[in-house]
């Protein structure tokens, strides 16, 4: 049987790349983990991981962009309809979060934000808030402001429901917790912010 | 001349080991950080500070307690109409974390959500949460939902203004922060949480 859909043979060596790195940034710090240490896990040369990322840094934002998979965040609210956009936007990221590709990633994330949060601050400044404030109205600062505002309240509630999981909010179905989080990211995307 | 409010010897010490203690915690993981070290950086007996704290589980929680003083904040939110309690939390914290005690502790607190995100959790559970929930109206298992999304904000905040320094949230003076994120923990703590 023929299955034309298969991956192109890089495109799989490049994921077992990514898959590699996950589990060698979860398990040490960005400073102890190496090109040469990730290329020797997956069996591969050294020189590819550079050919496909660049560098460590590039390897990092690759392993962050391909389990939060920021451009499926916009396509998503591209497709719904404005008043639906917080909702839809914890929904994805707590099926992500919650799912088997979110699990390394908590460890990947704790370790970064510890030892060199200015890499998350980075990766979100560049790779996920313009693609939320890109779809916003209004002028640049004020878009800008707003996904700031929706990624401290993503941020807090990914930390204290799935790494540091507070009660009872750790516990919550996914449901529930887009009922209940989704209006505030609502207001921060296109409420009214001058009203308190 | 004589200081009539000096605090007592003894005060003074405590004082002294929580200095230290903050200061290895936030240079080395907890695991690497041993009461006999922290007694030698203050030069104290070590058996002097399991008196105090008990055990270092104890100390860590006696560092947080000291920095976050979360009897203030609930102090604040009794003095203050209901109408502002979210506006005074967020000022409090906002507050606390960009001050001198403030800065220390980001690193403390990054380490611990890394190494041992239930250890930040137990406290937030143990010494934050029930002060909070303690002030609301309702059945026990919504005052706890209320301070939980609450929390989850209030650390996202705190994330993502200080620890990541995502602008323009970095940015913001403490009036304006105030003004944007107040309202989402009013809402938490009494708002109509059906209400989407």
Redesign the interface.
Known sequence: MIAPNTPAKGEQTRQRILDGATRMFADASFDKVSLRAVARSVGVDPALISHYFGSKEGLFDAVLEGALQPERAESLVGEQPREEWG?SLVRYADTIWSGAAGRPMLAVA??A???H??M??KF??RVI?PRISGVLDGPE?ER??RA??A???????I???H???????ASLTTDAAV??????IQ?YLTGD????
Not at 193 to 196: E, F, K
Request: no cysteine.
């Open positions: 909702r704790r370790r934000l510890a030892g949060p200015e998350m601050s979100a400044s808030l600062e800008r402001l700031s505002l990624g401290s309240q993503m941020v807090g509630f930390m204290a429901r790494v540091m999981r507070i009660e009872p909010l009922d209940l989080i989704g209006p505030t207001r912010l001058t009203q308190s």
